[in-house]
């Protein structure tokens, strides 16, 4: 402790301690990084490392103690005492420093160090080969590679999940349930039975959309179930973690139960299910966010939020970390820099509660909160911390945060190996040593130059998380957000209230549920703050840039955010400076459309169509007056049409027309509706994809907006725009695909005639050159190539329309070869220009029929 605070708990202020000690950080790295390089290693290899591991580290602990032994008569060494006591009493108020600078002994110590270090990677070593053999003991890797079926019996170690939904092409893949067990029992195809304890994955089908009847009972189930299945054993995939093989169980039977969750984790399940009920009530969002953040159950989070998350860096608020734990514990014995004073606070101090009581129920505490939010990593790691630091209180010394970060990592890694390899845990671990080393820091300084305390630590805090975990997010995402830290800003306020509030439903609701629905109810206000920031941020053109997904492109971050570092510690002092830099900012991510429109030409005035960029999927829209158009079909991304509508300045949308039910062109409908006001929804009247049908239907339903059906001969007009539906017929027999139920529309404004084919293909197409809807085809200015520009046209439809610009909507290097080459050729042999968006980007049409003018974004 510091002499000059006067207190025997230590000073109040924390740059009065002395330096950070730093001697565990060496040892857990060194146990950090063997672990990752030696997890999947070949024993031999992993034997060799540990062994000479722990005999040059012995070696150098018995060589380190020898100058200290019968070095000179007793009466020096004595002295040698005196002088450093003496040495101690000159320094006076100064911190304590250990050993005495003598070269013999600052050699032993460096020695130890050394010693200490090579000993944690041998132990490291140690512990990832044991685990690495868990992987490859007993029948299930062999069986796997047989891909054999088998009844096993298995233990749940997690609570089931969904998979996210992912587009692949025209459609949305199916999502199955993911449960981690160990495998207990197997019975292999020849009839032998085998008792066993290996860790495996099991995936069960199901639709997240329309959960069968299994698929909800699959979900229901608790760790430590043991249940019996039929499946088929694969191999896991090249560098798979943790699981030895996977367990694909198909069908749609129910899970056999063959023993029950244990006592304790029933107790946990009901209060998870009691915070999942009294939110039931709530707003979408709150209702989905609240578990989230309390238990980090994300199974109610849809897809579109999902993503917003990612976009604006807030996604470890849904993941349960010490953040969650510090409010708990904040709340419980005071904010951690008091929590080992005496004039701490919080409510144990308040109930009279003594020191080492209130470590000892800090400690039930932790327990309780890796059981009810499962021992997920970065669960495990603020538990692992946060008791620690209550170790420190019950024995009443002072330990500084780095050092319990430390031995949380190297406690975490002997215990579970695969931690190494997390990127998760990677980005805790950096997150939480930036809030220990470089937030208080760059707080002092910017309360230095009058910076009010609590907005200079918000933003310090928020700039230091970025700060170091940016190059690892370029590296998963290949894009750096530029919104992160206002975004988290905004969020700081909103999460304390959430989480205390969140944590207080899911006690209450067991007992009184009437009083849990208030509680939550309360806490969806600052649940749906959150929610509104990350859509807003995610939403605005400027919010991301994209990067080299590499660790190349990670270093090169690095070093530009070493240098904004170095540029910003010298504008801080100029306010003039910083004021002009925000405002700067502000334009580069707002983008405001008159000035981006002034600067980037973008988009051009007087434009009369916009082909979006979205990847491979479709997304039109037709201006319809000043912040107004109509869209036609939605593209696989909501924040990618957001983000196009909102370059526009789009505001209000008559009419959103979704030609058919393909995940490509209906997928990213939450990002056309979100924000704006939307007239009606009208799509074609063969419903199939079912799951894509049912997903317009809640959103539909969740905005309020009405969904109609649009058949040929319907005609609407709102401004100089007007339209004709071509395609489908009203009394049209089931077609072979939903691509030709595709809407087909004419579209007329200020002269400009465009025809929209969705994805219509040859039988389609020339059906309806022979309806009588044909008699309003002929000469086009414009055409949006059918089915991307795929081989799959009749050369008779596009003869007939004779179109002077071509436009096709494609995704850059699309597993389809979309737009075929031969499509293409037939397009410019007829006349037409062909621009498409992988290449081009947005497409912006305007002009006259005379002089189409064409800007790309």
């Not at 009065?16 to 030696?38: I, K, M, S, Y």
């Not at 196009?644 to 409908?669: M, N, Q, S």
């Not at 939450?670 to 929804?681: E, W």
């Not at 907006?705 to 709102?718: N, Q, W």
Request: with cysteine; aromatic share 4%; glycine share 10%.
């Amino acid at each position: 402790m510091h002499a000059a605070s006067g207190s025997r708990l230590g000073a109040a202020h924390p740059r009065q301690e002395g330096p950070a000690d730093l001697r565990l950080v060496p040892p857990a790295l060194a146990a950090w990084g063997t672990a990752a390089l030696t997890v999947h290693a070949s024993p031999e290899w992993v034997a060799g490392v540990a062994v000479i591991c722990v005999v040059v580290g012995v070696a150098l602990l018995i060589t380190g103690r020898g100058p200290r032994r019968g070095r000179g008569p007793r009466r020096d060494r004595g002295r040698g005492r005196e002088a450093g006591r003496g040495r101690g009493r000159e320094q006076g108020q100064g911190h304590r420093t250990g050993p005495g600078p003598g070269p013999g002994r600052s050699k032993a110590w460096k020695q130890v160090s050394v010693a200490a270090v090579l000993l944690c990677a041998g132990a490291a070593a140690t512990f990832a080969g044991l685990h690495g053999v868990d992987l490859r003991r007993g029948p299930v890797p062999d069986l796997a590679g047989q891909y054999a079926r088998v009844t096993a019996e298995v233990e749940l170690t997690s609570d089931p999940r969904l998979t996210s939904p992912r587009i692949k092409g025209n459609h949305a893949a199916p999502t199955a349930v993911l449960l981690e067990a160990e495998v207990r029992r197997v019975r292999s195809p020849d009839g032998a039975v085998v008792d066993t304890r290996t860790p495996v994955l099991v995936i069960v089908d199901a639709e997240r959309d329309r959960p069968p009847r299994a698929g909800s009972s699959w979900l229901s189930l608790l760790p430590s179930t043991r249940l019996r299945v039929e499946a088929q054993v694969v191999p896991a995939m090249v560098g798979g973690d943790r699981v030895a093989a996977v367990l694909r169980v198909r069908g749609g039977a129910a899970p056999e139960t063959v023993e029950e969750a244990s006592a304790v984790q029933r107790l946990a399940g009901r209060l998870r299910a009691g915070l999942r009920e009294a939110t039931d009530g709530l707003d979408a969002d709150a209702r989905a966010l609240l578990p989230g953040f309390v238990v980090g159950d994300t199974s109610r989070v849809p897809a579109d939020l999902d993503e917003a998350f990612k976009a604006t860096d807030l996604t470890h608020l849904l993941a349960v970390s010490g953040a969650n734990f510090t409010i708990l514990l904040a709340l419980f014995i005071g904010p951690p820099g008091l929590a080992q004073r005496a004039e701490r606070r919080g409510l144990a101090p308040r109930l009279g509660i003594p020191l080492r009581a209130t470590a000892l129920a800090g400690g039930a505490l932790t327990l309780g909160f890796v059981i009810v939010c499962r021992p997920d990593p970065s669960v495990v790691r603020a538990a692992a911390c946060g008791s620690i630091a209550l170790l420190a209180i019950a024995t009443g010394r002072r330990r500084s945060l780095i050092p319990a970060l430390a031995t949380a990592v190297l406690l975490l890694v002997l215990y579970d190996p695969w931690l190494a390899r997390s990127y998760g845990f990677l980005l805790s671990v950096l997150a939480t040593g930036a809030l220990l080393t470089l937030a208080p820091r760059w707080s002092a300084a910017l309360q230095r130059r009058r910076v009010p305390p609590r907005p200079a630590e918000a933003l310090a805090a928020a700039g230091a998380a970025q700060a170091v975990c940016a190059p690892v997010v370029a590296v998963l995402s290949a894009k750096v957000s530029l919104v992160a830290v206002p975004c988290n800003l905004l969020a700081e306020f909103a999460v304390a209230p959430a989480t205390v509030l969140g944590f207080a439903t899911l006690a209450t609701a067991p007992v009184a549920m009437p009083v849990a629905e208030c509680l939550a109810w309360c806490a969806s206000w600052p649940a749906g703050w959150i929610a509104d920031i990350a859509r807003s941020g995610a939403s605005l053109p400027g919010a991301g840039v994209d990067w080299p997904g590499s660790w190349t492109g990670a270093l090169l971050l690095t070093l530009v955010t070493v240098v904004v570092v170095l540029v910003g510690r010298r504008l801080v002092s100029h306010p003039w400076l910083v004021g002009v830099c925000l405002v700067v900012f502000l334009l580069v991510v707002v983008q405001p459309p008159p000035l981006a429109r002034v600067i980037t030409g973008w988009p051009p005035p007087g434009w009369r169509f916009v082909m979006c960029d979205v990847g491979q999927g479709d997304a039109t829209v037709l201006a319809a007056g000043d912040g107004a158009g109509v869209v036609v079909d939605a593209g696989p991304d909501p924040v990618l049409v957001d983000r196009c509508l909102t370059a526009l300045g789009i505001t209000e949308i008559p009419l959103v027309v979704l030609t058919h039910f393909h995940a490509d062109h209906v997928a990213g409908l939450a990002g056309v509706l979100r924000g704006r006001s939307v007239g009606a929804i009208a799509a074609t009247g063969f419903e199939e994809p079912a799951d894509q049908a049912a997903f317009v239907r809640r959103e539909a339903e969740a905005r309020r907006v009405p969904l109609t059906r649009a058949v040929a001969g319907e005609e609407r007009r709102t401004g100089d725009l007007s339209w004709r539906v071509l395609w489908p017929p009203a009394d049209a027999v089931a077609p072979d695909g939903p691509n030709d139920a595709s809407v087909t529309m004419l579209v007329r404004s200020a002269g400009l005639t465009l025809l929209l084919l969705g994805d219509l293909e040859p039988p389609a197409q020339r059906e309806l050159a022979r309806s009588p809807e044909a008699a309003f085809l002929g000469a086009v200015d414009v055409v949006k190539v059918a089915h991307h520009g795929s081989a799959y046209q009749d050369p008779g439809l596009i003869g007939a329309v004779s179109p002077s610009l071509a436009l096709i909507s494609v995704g850059a290097d699309n597993p389809y070869g979309h737009p075929a080459p031969s499509t293409v050729a037939a397009l410019r042999a007829g006349g037409a220009t062909v621009l498409r968006t992988d290449e081009d980007g947005a497409i912006a049409v305007a002009g006259t029929a005379k002089e189409l003018l064409v800007a790309r974004d």
